[in-house]
């Protein structure tokens, strides 16, 4: 059985924890699968060289200007193609979708209409069409609303990450039996604290994200480094031993040093793993963080978190952890987030007996989402094989 997992990468670190949850999971359940992923140049995310590490094969795929270019593939002799192992879009069986947040207009109509393109092919094919729980929508723009009727009608499971998602996406499709709700699976993997750590001196976690710069209004750009010193200049004065960590690329780094430099030289992490910006996060006494899934792996192992986002999945990841105190705007007064920090660092411990409850809570809800997803992989892939042998 060929298995791929799409819409997942290396550089974005919410993306390879992702990619690690779900191959941990499949291939548990699947261990004679062969699994495949779509190599791309775009911003280096998984060159061929990552994609041999994990055990992936390479799927011919190249979508450019609203055009499957892999296709041309099927020319080549068999011979050719298993010589180097490429597998064919024709050959996959099960296609697992591990996007995270792609399909709604704050990233433009290409990405949905990418998928619906996609799927109306996978269903012509007869390969199962899995979306793990993802942020959606919304749908304002036309494109997007018929783009996202052709992937419902031709995928076989989609799950929403939250409420807001789920209205979103059913608001457009309506409600059905195949749309589900489930929180952020990578709640399930375990992170690795690299051996070099300092948890003595690197106590309290800073996490920047640079998409507060380029998916925000203008008021809100201006005022998000401005926000991130304020806070700071709160924890060092309750002496909680601030440090900023790196969850992404250059561009975070860069918000980390002007924010370091900004308050006296506080340390800057960056590690290259995503596993290992997970076990940090767990070591920590808290953090105040931007990026989604830094979030998610501080949430996930009970350690009380701070956070300001850009769309509607921040409000709903702290709704869903029980602490929907935790966010705060870039416009807050000093008073405000004065207060937010004195109840992060002073109540933490009762912060975090209530937050590892719920993460339980959450964890079980993402064991029976991927009970689900096998349920309609062993239906499909079987009847994909009778189909074959008839």
Same mark, same amino acid.
């Given at each position: 059985m060929f298995i791929e997992i799409r819409k997942a990468g290396f550089i974005n670190k919410g993306a390879e924890l992702m990619l690690h949850a779900a191959l941990q999971k499949l291939k548990a359940r699947y261990p004679e699968a062969t699994f495949v992923m779509a190599p791309t140049s775009k911003r280096a995310e998984h060159p061929f060289h990552n994609l041999v590490q994990l055990g992936f094969y390479p799927k011919a795929s190249l979508w450019r200007y609203g055009i499957q270019w892999g296709n041309l593939a099927n020319l080549a002799p068999r011979q050719l193609r298993e010589m180097y192992g490429v597998v064919l879009d024709r050959e996959v069986d099960v296609v697992i979708d591990a996007a995270g947040f792609a399909y709604s207009d704050q990233w433009g109509d290409a990405p949905t209409s990418e998928l619906a393109q996609s799927a109306k092919r996978w269903r012509k094919n007869g390969t199962c069409v899995i979306l793990l729980p993802q942020a959606l929508g919304p749908y304002a723009s036309e494109r997007n609303r018929k783009a996202i009727k052709t992937v419902v009608d031709n995928v076989d499971l989609i799950f929403t990450r939250e409420r807001v998602s789920y209205e979103h996406l059913t608001g457009v499709v309506g409600e059905q039996p195949k749309i589900r709700q489930s929180p952020d699976f990578t709640n399930l993997i375990t992170g690795v604290l690299p051996a070099n750590f300092d948890t003595e001196q690197n106590r309290f976690c800073i996490v920047p994200n640079c998409r507060m710069l380029d998916k925000t209004d203008q008021a809100t750009r201006d005022a998000y480094l401005p926000f991130l010193i304020k806070c700071t200049e709160h924890l060092l004065r309750k002496n909680a031993k601030p440090f900023v960590l790196v969850h992404e690329g250059k561009d975070d780094r860069a918000l980390a040093e002007k924010l370091s430099a900004a308050v006296g030289g506080i340390p800057v992490?960056?590690?290259?793993?995503?596993? $290992? @910006?997970?076990?940090? %996060?767990? #070591?920590?006494?808290?953090? *105040?963080?931007?990026?989604?899934?830094?979030?998610?792996?501080?949430?996930?192992?009970?350690?009380?978190a701070l956070a300001t986002g850009w769309s509607h999945k921040y409000q709903m990841l702290f709704e869903d952890y029980g602490i929907p105190e935790g966010m705060l705007k870039v416009g807050a007064s000093d008073a405000e987030i004065e207060r937010k920090v004195a109840w992060i660092?002073?109540?933490?411990? $009762? @912060?975090?007996?209530? %937050?590892? #409850?719920?993460?339980?809570? *959450?964890?079980?809800?993402?064991?029976?989402?991927?009970?689900?997803?096998?349920?309609?992989i062993d239906q499909r892939t079987a009847h994909r094989q009778a189909r074959r042998s008839a």
């Open positions: 992490i960056q590690e290259k793993g995503a596993l $290992q @910006i997970k076990g940090i %996060l767990g #070591a920590c006494s808290g953090t *105040l963080g931007s990026r989604f899934h830094g979030l998610v792996s501080a949430l996930s192992q009970g350690v009380p660092t002073d109540d933490r411990e $009762q @912060i975090q007996t209530e %937050l590892k #409850a719920r993460a339980e809570h *959450l964890k079980a809800q993402s064991e029976q989402m991927w009970q689900q997803v096998f349920e309609v």
